[in-house]
């Protein structure tokens, strides 16, 4: 599909269907999500966008979160689209023991929980996500399941108020 040059949300509500379906799977790759949140436009500002996108996430079923977590990549793996590698460029670089354990620990993660160790990782040193992935082994798989959903969240607000934005208004790190 040819990409279409938008920005901000009155261009956002005013993409066809299938146009804003596309742009919401590049911040969540969950099917049923990008159509639910826009099938819901026109939204009145950016708060009710981020709102519901959160709400649609919070009743997503096991089989759409499932899928949605397949669309990212494990922390410290090459990130095969642009969001997930800005997100994790604070990996790049990091000691070679640090990737090492991480890597081991993502594999002991998903044999665990049965997914990817997700999280909010905007910029955050290999070594930050090496602790929370430590604290987060220590988790029953329900209690893992809802942080889980609770970091998704947090990276699709992330990946949707980028979306929204004029292009170069963020950082490296994605802050405004």
């Known amino acids: 599909m040819r990409r279409v040059d938008w920005q901000g949300l009155s261009s956002f509500n005013e993409l066809t269907e299938r146009q804003a379906i596309s742009a ?12 639910r ?15 519901y ?5 919070a009743e997503l ?5 499932d899928e949605a977590l397949a669309g990212h990549p494990r922390i410290g793996d ?8 800005r997100e994790q ?5 990091a000691d070679a023991a640090v990737l090492a354990e991480l890597k081991a620990l993502n594999a002991a993660y998903d044999e665990r929980f049965g997914h990817v160790y997700l999280v909010f990782a905007n ?7 090496l602790a929370i992935l430590k604290e987060r082994m220590r988790n029953d798989p329900a209690t893992e399941r809802r942080v889980m959903r609770l970091e998704l969240a947090k990276i699709n607000r992330s990946r949707l ?12 790190e994605g802050a405004a």
Do not use: H, Q
């Open 53 to 57: 996108a959160d709400l649609i996430l």
């Open 61 to 65: 079923s096991e089989k759409d979160l």
């Open 24 to 35: 919401l799977y590049e911040c969540c790759s969950s099917t049923i999500w990008a159509i």
């Open 78 to 85: 090459r990130a095969d689209n642009p969001s997930s590698a």
């Open 37 to 51: 949140v826009a099938a819901a436009r026109p939204f009145a500002d950016d708060e009710a966008l981020l709102e």
């Open 161 to 172: 108020i980028r979306m929204l934005a004029p292009a170069g208004s963020f950082d490296d």
């Open 89 to 93: 460029s604070g990996v790049a670089g």
């Open 123 to 129: 910029g955050r040193p290999a070594a930050e996500l």
